[in-house]
C-alpha cells in the first residue's frame, strides 16, 4: 500500500541554522500539507500546497518557513532559520481530495 | 479561530470494555477524519465521514457524523491492548482544506 515518506527521521541543528525537512507524497495525491506537533500538544497546521503553490497558511507558517516541489516527487519544508521554538515533530501529509494521509514525521530538535 | 473540544481527554479502560469519544464544534464541517497516533509516529488515518448522519465502521471501530455537522463520534468495541494510543478527530470546513483538529483521547487500557 502506498505511503507518504519522510527524511530525515531525527534533524538536530543549532539555531539560527536553516533546515530542510524532506517528504515524497503518495504519487497519485494533488494536496500537500505540513503540519507539526510540539511534544504532547496537538497537531497544528502550517501549510497547504496544490497546483504548485500555496493554497493556505497558518499564522506559525511566517517568512521563515518556505515550501517547494522540486521535482515530481519530492515536498519540501525549509526553516531558514532555525529558533529553540521550532522544536517539534514535523508531519507531511498528502490527499487525493479529503483525506489526508501522513507520513512518520521528522523530528526536529533545535539546540 | 475554529475549535473542536474532544473528550474525554483521556480514558482508563478494562480490556474487552467498549470506549465512546466525541468531537463537538460550534462550526460546521462538510468531512470528519478519525486519526490514532502512537507515540513517536505519525497519525494513521482510522475513519473518513463525508456526510451528516453517516455511520461508518473499520473493523471494531464505528464513526459517526452527526446530523447538525457539528459533531462526530467514535466506538471502540471490545478494547484490545493494541487500541491504546492518541485518538484524534479533525474536521475539514467547506471553505478550506484546512485540517482542524481536537486536543485528542489518550486510551490507556489497565493491567
Known amino acids: 500500500e502506498p505511503e507518504v515518506t519522510q527524511t530525515p527521521s531525527h534533524q538536530v541543528t543549532q539555531m539560527g541554522q536553516e533546515v530542510i525537512l524532506r517528504c515524497v507524497p503518495i504519487?497519485?495525491?494533488?494536496?500537500f500539507y505540513w503540519y507539526r506537533q510540539i511534544l504532547g500538544q496537538k497537531v497544528e497546521f502550517l501549510v497547504s500546497?496544490?497546483?504548485?503553490?500555496?493554497?493556505?497558511k497558518s499564522e506559525i507558517f511566517d517568512d521563515q518557513f518556505s515550501v517547494e516541489r522540486p521535482d515530481g516527487s519530492n515536498f519540501t519544508l525549509k526553516i531558514r532559520s532555525t529558533k529553540l521554538e521550532d522544536s517539534a515533530m514535523y508531519f507531511c501529509?498528502?490527499?487525493?481530495?479529503?483525506?489526508?494521509?501522513f507520513g512518520p514525521g521528522t523530528r526536529l530538535t533545535v539546540t | 479561530g475554529q475549535q473542536l473540544n474532544q473528550s474525554p481527554q483521556s480514558m482508563f479502560i478494562q480490556e474487552g470494555e467498549d470506549v465512546s469519544m466525541n468531537c463537538t464544534s460550534s462550526?460546521?464541517?462538510?468531512?470528519w477524519l478519525w486519526y490514532k497516533q502512537d507515540p513517536g509516529e505519525g497519525p494513521v488515518l482510522l475513519i473518513a465521514?463525508?456526510?451528516a448522519g453517516e455511520l461508518t465502521s473499520n473493523g471494531r471501530l464505528t464513526a459517526q457524523f452527526g446530523i447538525t455537522r457539528k459533531d462526530s463520534f467514535l466506538n471502540i468495541s471490545a478494547s484490545i491492548p493494541s487500541d491504546v494510543g492518541i485518538y484524534f478527530c479533525?474536521?475539514?470546513?467547506?471553505?478550506?482544506?484546512?485540517?482542524?483538529w481536537g486536543a485528542g483521547t489518550k486510551l490507556i487500557i489497565k493491567p
Open positions: 501529509a498528502s490527499s487525493p481530495f479529503y483525506e489526508q494521509y
Open positions: 504519487s497519485n495525491h494533488l494536496y
Open positions: 500546497f496544490y497546483n504548485n503553490e500555496i493554497s493556505e
Open positions: 462550526s460546521i464541517f462538510n468531512t
Open positions: 465521514l463525508y456526510k
Open positions: 479533525a474536521g475539514l470546513m467547506d471553505s478550506n482544506y484546512q485540517l482542524i
